[in-house]
């Protein structure tokens, strides 16, 4: 069984650029959610996709979109990069559309913007 | 809102007991779990209660009172290795939206 897996490990854009995060689910799971976790905070929630449908998302600008592909796999897209946007980006995947209960987190990627 | 309160940093001694508490305050309250993140690492899934009382994993128990929106993860034999971030989290929203609320983490330091 393979595990939750995130690319790339570590990635430093500038303010404006764009950056795409992939992710690849546990074998059998089909809900891959984002988050994204500053440094000494908890993990913020982003969005959850379930079945390639977007089935929830939170406080975070349009400018965060995201995708979910057939084989479960999903990307998270940022544009106009701002500083602020530095941090540990993080997918989970889970069974079944809600996802509460037990999320397998992926070792995250670790984003800088200067 | 929804949020969940937990104290930011606890210390105790290997061998000793602790209990990290985690109040809350979400709309269409499902359940409370807890996850542990070492330094750099992923979050890893502890526990879960959906229902009030005590449920308990080996040295880890956790513990829900829906009636007082409160929960607590109790470590047991403390081992240096338990050093780390402690995550109670809530799911938020309603029906099928799978919003996970995370508290700001209770940092747990193991002392020898």
Redesign the interface.
């Known amino acids: 069984e393979t595990g ?1 897996t995130q690319s790339p490990t570590h990635l430093i854009k500038t303010r404006g650029q764009q950056v795409t995060l992939r992710c690849s689910s546990q074998s059998g799971h089909n ?1 891959v ?1 984002w ?1 994204q976790q500053a440094l ?6 982003i969005f ?1 996709y ?1 079945r390639e449908e977007e ?4 406080n975070f600008p349009p400018r965060f979109s995201g995708l979910q592909f057939p084989n479960y796999s999903s990307e998270l897209n940022v544009n106009a990069l701002e500083l602020d946007d530095s941090a540990l980006y ?1 997918c ?1 995947s ?1 069974l079944g ?12 990627t670790r984003l800088l913007v200067l | 809102g929804q949020s969940l309160e937990q104290p930011s940093e606890v210390t105790a001694v290997e061998g000793a007991i602790v209990q990290i508490n985690c109040t809350y305050q979400t709309s269409g309250f499902y359940g409370l779990s807890w996850y542990q993140q070492h330094d750099g690492g992923a979050p890893t899934f502890l526990s879960y209660n959906a229902l009030d009382g005590l449920e308990e994993t080996g040295r880890f128990s956790s513990f829900l009172s829906r009636s007082d929106s409160y929960g607590y993860l109790l470590l047991q034999e403390l081992q240096m290795k338990d050093s780390a971030s402690y995550f109670c989290a809530a799911r938020g929203g309603s029906g099928n939206t799978g919003k996970l609320i995370f508290g700001q983490g209770t940092t747990l330091q193991v002392k020898p």
Do not use: D, K, M
């Open positions: 939750v809900t959610s988050y000494g905070q908890g993990p913020q929630f959850q379930y089935n929830g998302r939170g993080l989970a889970s559309g809600q996802g509460g209960e037990t999320q397998y987190f992926g070792p995250g």
